[in-house]
Nanobody
Framework: QLVESGGGSVQPGGSLRLSCTPSGFTLEGYAMAWFRQAPGKERERVSCISASGLSTDYAASVGGRFTVSRENRNLYLQMNNLKPEDTAVYYC?????????????????WGQGTQVTVSS
């Protein structure tokens, strides 16, 4: 239902832009989030954007470096000044339960993930 793309390998300080495209599914009306999971670590919510696009939030670890947006019915995550600790599989998710705001749980639709590796 959700397809991520844009991952890859970059050096520290580099940039990537992740995309999340719906398939047979519309993002309209749902808050959308990016999560990531590194090997041996718990899944972490990186950023969220409300259904209206007017409200966003970021994990403290990425604030000021990552920017979430929703444009042309897709979801994006612009990642700048990447660090080795940003290495993870990144997933997009739609809040299909109680879905317009970023607060709480309810992310019921997920993509398969895209790998981001930051290494020198």
């Amino acid at each position: 239902q959700l397809v991520e793309s844009g991952g890859g390998s970059v050096q520290p300080g580099g940039s990537l832009r992740l995309s999340c495209t719906p398939s047979g599914f519309t993002l309209e009306g749902y808050a959308m989030a990016w999560f990531r999971q590194a090997p041996g670590k718990e899944r972490e919510r990186v950023s969220c954007i409300s259904a209206s696009g007017l409200s966003t939030d970021y994990a403290a670890s990425v604030g000021g470096r990552f920017t979430v947006s929703r444009e042309n019915r897709n979801l994006y995550l612009q990642m700048n000044n990447l660090k080795p600790e940003d290495t993870a599989v990144y997933y997009c998710a739609a809040k299909t339960i109680g879905g317009t705001s970023c607060s709480g749980q309810g992310f019921g639709a997920w993509g398969q993930g895209t790998q981001v590796t930051v290494s020198s």
